[in-house]
């Protein structure tokens, strides 16, 4: 971690679930590219798959132990949809302060992240963004729930290329707070989003 770039998000391990869900998603991406006309032998991969599934659920705590526990410390999530080390569905989007009060971070998207033909799906680039600007919030000190979400797609956004996921805090007035942010390729913005949040907080599991 370089001192004036901290990290605002969990670091994965190699080992433990960490490393399981980083080959969850070689899984993921792999049978996508594999398709029905792959030679493998899907009776078979479906039969581990569902094996290992198994063997998950059976040694799991319950739901609502497992959601206490997820939201017991106090810094990152390791378990949310962008950057969650532990969430398989998670590309995922590891995301650093930057000395002028920004945030950003770097991506390459492939084929389980698709909507038009060799880009990013229009929702996905709203996930990322919408957490991103979360981000924003946390890392600025006033952070909310995402109130209103305006998103401009400027360009398609394109898969299997490194893309800069970044965002800031506009303003703060009382609870409402401004937040924007931008996803580029190269230097070409591909998506850009405003945000206006609502300080706002759920409680957490107990
Ligand atoms: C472990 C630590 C973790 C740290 C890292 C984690 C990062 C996580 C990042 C996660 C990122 C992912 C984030 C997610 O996924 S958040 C999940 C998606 N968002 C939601 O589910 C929110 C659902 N909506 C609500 O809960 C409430 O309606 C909110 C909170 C939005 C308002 O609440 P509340 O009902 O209490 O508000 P109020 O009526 O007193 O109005 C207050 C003011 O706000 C203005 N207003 C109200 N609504 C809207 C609106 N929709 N747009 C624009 N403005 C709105 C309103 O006019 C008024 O202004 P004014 O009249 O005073 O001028």
């Known amino acids: 971690m370089s001192p004036d770039r901290p990290t605002l998000t969990a670091t994965p391990h190699n080992v433990g679930v960490d490393a399981a869900v980083a080959a969850a998603r070689r899984v993921v991406t792999a049978l996508l590219h594999a398709g029905d006309g792959s030679a493998a032998a899907m009776a078979e991969v479906a039969s581990r798959l569902t094996a290992v599934a198994e063997h998950l659920e059976e040694h799991a705590p319950t739901r609502d132990e497992r959601l206490v526990d997820m939201w017991a410390g106090e810094g990152v999530t390791r378990h949310d949809p962008v950057t969650g080390p532990e969430n398989a569905v998670a590309p995922p989007l590891p995301l650093s302060g930057l000395p002028d009060g920004s945030i950003q971070g770097t991506v390459t998207l492939g084929l389980p992240y698709q909507g038009p033909p060799g880009c990013v799906h229009g929702?996905?680039?709203?996930?990322?963004?919408?957490?991103?600007?979360?981000?924003?919030?946390?890392?600025?000190?006033?952070?909310?729930?995402?109130?209103?979400l305006t998103l401009r797609y400027h360009r398609p956004t394109p898969l299997f290329e490194e893309l800069t996921v970044r965002a800031r805090q506009v303003s703060v007035e009382g609870r409402k707070i401004r937040t924007t942010g931008e996803i580029l390729a190269g230097d070409a913005v591909c998506v850009s989003a405003e945000g206006l949040f609502v300080n706002k907080h759920l409680p957490r599991p107990r």
């Not at 991103?132 to 600025?140: F, I, Q, R, S, Y």
């Open 123 to 148: 929702g996905v680039s709203a996930l990322l963004l919408d957490h991103t600007l979360g981000v924003a919030n946390h890392w600025a000190g006033d952070s909310g729930m995402t109130g209103t």
